[in-house]
């Protein structure tokens, strides 16, 4: 799948609310050293797929404050997080920038 393909996959997902529109934070409010958001060992690794293209061998995972797990591929993550950025900063998605990796 390119780069344009997924970022409307994911937008489109972030607009259902199948994926959030923020990143998860990494640690409880209060608790620096508690991490919250990312999973560092976390067993289903490589075997479950990603929420962000639907294909097996996703890598990084985050642990939401609502108990959702979800997995991504490093690529798929780095898109994602910047379309939470764009979010977050009220950027239309017309003006986002699409640059193939």
Partial sequence: MDR???TQRIRQ???AGTLPRAVAPLTAPGRPSSP?????????IGAVT???CDTR???VAYRFPDGRIL?????????WED???RVSLGMPASTAPLDDD
């Fill in 4 to 6: 344009h393909e997924l």
């Fill in 13 to 15: 997902r972030m607009a």
């Fill in 36 to 44: 919250t958001g990312h999973i560092n060992a976390d067993t289903a």
């Fill in 50 to 52: 990603c929420a962000a």
């Fill in 57 to 59: 061998g996703a890598q």
């Fill in 71 to 79: 997995r991504f591929h490093g690529r798929c993550h780095r898109i």
């Fill in 83 to 85: 379309e939470c950025r």
